[in-house]
């Protein structure tokens, strides 16, 4: 017979399941009990964050308004140009002429908002002057690549007027027709928007009135030399004053003093410049009128004015609000 084998107690298999299982995992049970207690519910931290991000878009929402409202704190204050021609006589306008023809470029007057004109935009003036030519060119700026304008002139009498005396002395006139007037316009930029109220609400600023010298509205420039009211002109320029600054001359009077001359020719084509700007953008809607609005090119906008275009106001479409 054989032996019996003496039977040892069975050890718990519960015990030996979770010792294995606990051994397996290498994982501590009191240390997932301690790291259960120490989780933060996720719906206590759901209005935090919320909270949080609520007060981020405020702030932000703030400082784009605090922005916003100091670049516009003054929408008038720089928004305008209005100029006053002071010449008291022909002799003080320093008219300058040179039988030497050439062009000299002006390297060191430049400013940040300077507008230099772009060869399509030359290319639109010139093309304008040559189906005009041979004809009175008028223009209120010297750039040096609108000396050019004048040999495209040829026949015709090209008159410039300009502030800036440095640009004068860089550049030389054609003796062919073409004549440089040193001008001053002192009301500055800043003050645009009491010069267009005051126009808006004079009615000698009516284009119905007398002739522009004569005119008792503050826009007129009634002290140029005397051939820019003799004349009658095919195309006016305007792209001077610089009004690059509020307390630089802008183009107010000088948009103005243009819609006039070329209602007291027959038709005449008046091309502003850098209509990217509030001034120059609101006193040609202003004073020229979008329905006489013909053409644009670039920073260009071309007008054709009648004798009889707004003979008794100046716009019939919708202008500049004033309140």
């Known amino acids: 017979m054989p032996p019996e084998l003496s039977q040892s107690p069975a050890l718990p298999v519960i015990?030996?399941?979770?010792?294995?299982?606990?051994?397996?995992?290498?994982?501590?049970?009191?240390?997932?009990?301690?790291?259960r207690r120490m989780k933060f519910p996720g719906k206590k931290l759901l209005p935090v964050l919320v909270f949080i991000l609520s007060c981020l878009s405020i702030l932000r929402l703030l400082k784009i308004a605090i922005t916003t409202t100091s670049h516009s704190s003054s929408p008038y204050a720089a928004l305008s140009s209005s100029v006053q021609q002071e010449c008291s006589s022909p002799s003080d306008c320093n008219k300058v002429q040179s039988n030497a023809p050439g062009?000299?470029?002006?390297?060191?007057?430049?400013?940040?908002?300077?507008?230099?004109l772009t060869p399509k935009e030359l290319m639109f003036l010139s093309n304008l002057i040559t189906r005009k030519a041979p004809c009175n060119l008028l223009v209120f700026g010297?750039?040096?690549?609108?000396?050019?304008?004048?040999?495209?002139?040829?026949?015709?009498?090209?008159?410039?007027?300009?502030?800036?005396?440095?640009?004068i002395s860089r550049n030389k006139a054609d003796s062919n027709g073409t004549q440089i007037y040193k001008?001053?316009?002192?009301?500055?930029?800043?003050?645009?928007?009491?010069?267009?109220?005051?126009?808006?609400?004079?009615?000698?600023?009516?284009?119905?009135?007398?002739?522009?010298?004569?005119?008792?509205?503050?826009?007129?420039?009634?002290?140029?030399?005397?051939?820019?009211?003799?004349?009658?002109?095919?195309?006016?320029?305007?792209?001077?004053?610089?009004?690059?600054?509020?307390?630089?001359?802008?183009?107010?009077s000088t948009?103005?003093?243009?819609?006039?001359?070329?209602?007291?020719?027959?038709?005449?084509?008046?091309?502003?410049?850098?209509?990217?700007?509030?001034?120059?953008?609101?006193?040609?809607?202003?004073?020229?009128?979008?329905?006489?609005?013909?053409?644009?090119?670039?920073k260009f906008w071309?007008?054709?004015?009648?004798?009889?275009?707004?003979?008794?106001r100046f716009c019939s479409s919708e202008t500049v609000q004033i309140e």
């Open 15 to 35: 015990s030996s399941v979770q010792f294995s299982s606990s051994a397996a995992s290498g994982t501590n049970p009191e240390l997932d009990r301690t790291a």
């Open 103 to 116: 062009v000299e470029s002006d390297p060191h007057r430049t400013t940040a908002n300077a507008t230099i």
């Open 142 to 167: 010297l750039q040096s690549e609108y000396l050019n304008l004048s040999s495209i002139n040829a026949g015709g009498i090209t008159l410039f007027l300009e502030d800036d005396p440095y640009k």
């Open 183 to 252: 001008v001053k316009y002192q009301v500055p930029a800043k003050k645009a928007y009491k010069m267009l109220k005051h126009a808006k609400e004079n009615p000698s600023c009516a284009p119905h009135t007398s002739l522009l010298q004569q005119s008792t509205c503050k826009l007129a420039l009634r002290n140029l030399p005397q051939e820019v009211y003799q004349l009658k002109w095919d195309v006016v320029v305007v792209d001077g004053p610089s009004g690059n600054a509020p307390e630089e001359p802008g183009r107010m």
């Open 255 to 298: 948009i103005y003093s243009a819609s006039m001359l070329a209602r007291a020719g027959k038709t005449t084509d008046v091309v502003v410049h850098d209509v990217h700007r509030t001034i120059e953008k609101w006193f040609s809607r202003e004073f020229l009128c979008e329905e006489n609005l013909v053409s644009a090119k670039g």
């Open 302 to 312: 071309n007008f054709r004015i009648s004798q009889q275009s707004n003979s008794t």
